[in-house]
Every structure is written in C-alpha cells, then in structure tokens.
C-alpha cells in the first residue's frame, strides 16, 4: 500500500521506517520539515495514496482531515488534542464517505491497558477505602496537556467509579474534595510517555503503570490502523480496531 505522512516529525519518521520494513511505499507532507517530498496536502502529493497517516499539529488536524477528505483519501489521525471538534470531524467523514480512525494512542499496548484500567475499576468501585488518581509523564517538547491517552485514561475512571464525579487537570492547588479526580501531568527529558493510575488505602497502594519505551509502538499501531481502514468508509476509533484484534486471537 501507499500511505501519505502528514508531519514528518518525530512520529511521522518512525512510521515511514516501519511501513517501508512492511512492505510499504510512503511519501511525506510537512510544511517545514526540510526534507519532506511535499510541502502541503494536494492532489498530486496524494496521486496513488491508499491512506493519510496524520501526525502534525493539534491546530491543524481538522483542516488536514478536510483536504484529504475532499479528495477522497482515507486518514489515520493520530494527532491529538482536535477532540472538540468531534461533531465536525464526523459530518467530513459523513459527506466524502472517506475511512476514518483516531486514536488517542494507537499503541496497541496502551489500548490493552486501557482494557485492564476499566476492569480494575469496575472492581475497585465497590472498595470506597482506595481513592484513586493518575498521571503522565513526556517529553519537554510536547505541545498538548493532559495527554490525550491521560484523557482516555480519566474518562474511563470517571465512568466505571461513581465516587469520582469530578475531573482535576494540572496542579491540585487546593486540598481535593472526595469526588475529584486528579490525573497530573509532568514534562520532562524525552520520555516518549508514561502513565499510571493508582488506588491508594491507608493500608496499601496499587499501581497499574504503562511505560512506552520508545514511539515504535504507535507508529506500529498507526500502520496496522492504516492498513486495516483501506476499503472501509465510516468513522473509526481504535476500539473498532482492537476488537478484532482481539477476536483473532480467541480463534
Ligand atoms: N495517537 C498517538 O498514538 C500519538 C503518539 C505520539 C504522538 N501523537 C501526537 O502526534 C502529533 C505529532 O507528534 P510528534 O511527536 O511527531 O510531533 P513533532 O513536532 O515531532 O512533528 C510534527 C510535525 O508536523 C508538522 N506539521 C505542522 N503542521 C502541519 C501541517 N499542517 N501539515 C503537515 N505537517 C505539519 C511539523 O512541521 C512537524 O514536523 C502530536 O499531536 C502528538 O500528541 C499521537
């Protein structure tokens, strides 16, 4: 397959690596790095493109997903930080009848542990003795805060524990009411992500914690979401992805 790189920065390169390894052909568009093949989104830059792999700019995924959309490419979205932009993102996708899948991370692991974060706290909503709490560490260059995986990660407490109603982002200034949720961010070196979550008792701490040692495992996720949307129309998340991932295996 072709796949187009949309930002050909950290991310974009590692998955250029990987996808030529698996067979694949690439090209890139960025607008400032020096060396990509194309400078903006256009019908020539995506001539033969199955798919566009976008790793860019939280301010410009939309208008990305626009231009691809309008000439009928699929796209993998793997930047973040767009979200609240969702209801138009999903009428492009309606009206050009492109495939579409985002993730907030497409690390395969992460997704796994998103699985094992909800599970545990369906469990640990009946122990009202452990409060709960989470945070992510990054790289110093990262333009978004919270992480968008750290935002998954708070939705899913928040939906699966009834005592926390609340979400508190950042620096806990203030002592926190019951009900709060933290999930604190912390910028640093060039941690590639880090995220824990965490049920504490006067008595005993639980951690569940995944590490990603380096950006090969979205940039894999992000091909095998690729390869995978090519001939599907629709709006796509990961979980569509994970699924039967997860029943080929039960086979
Ligand atoms: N979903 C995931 O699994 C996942 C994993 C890692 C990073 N990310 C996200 O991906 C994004 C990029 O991360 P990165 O570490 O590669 O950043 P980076 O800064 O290393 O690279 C981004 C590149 O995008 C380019 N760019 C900016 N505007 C563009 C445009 N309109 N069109 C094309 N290219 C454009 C920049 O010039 C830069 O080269 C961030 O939003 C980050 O949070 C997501």
Known sequence: MKFALVGYGKMGRQIAA?????????????????????????ATALNGVDACIDFSHPSQAVSNLTLAAELGCNVVMGTTAWYQNMDEV??????TQIG?????????????????????AKLMDGFEEFDVAGFELHHRKK???PSG???????????????????LYGIADHP????????????????????EVIFDSEADTI???HTARNRQGFASGAITAAEWIVGKSGFFTINHLLEELI????K
């Open 90 to 95: 999903r009428k492009i996708v309606a009206k």
């Open 143 to 145: 333009a978004d805060s």
């Open 247 to 250: 029943s080929n295996k039960r």
């Open 18 to 42: 990987l996808a030529l390894g698996r067979g694949h052909t690439v090209v890139s568009i960025d607008p400032v790095a020096v060396d990509s093949e194309f400078k903006e989104i256009s």
């Open 100 to 120: 579409f899948i985002y993730a907030t991370n497409f690390s395969i692991g992460v997704n796994l542990f998103y699985r094992i974060v909800e599970a545990s």
């Open 207 to 209: 951690s569940l914690k």
């Open 149 to 167: 995986t750290a935002r998954t990660l708070s939705e899913i407490l928040l939906a699966n524990i009834q005592r926390k109603q609340t979400l």
């Open 176 to 195: 926190l009411e019951p009900q709060q949720l933290h999930f604190a961010s912390a910028r640093c070196g060039h941690i590639p992500g880090t995220h």
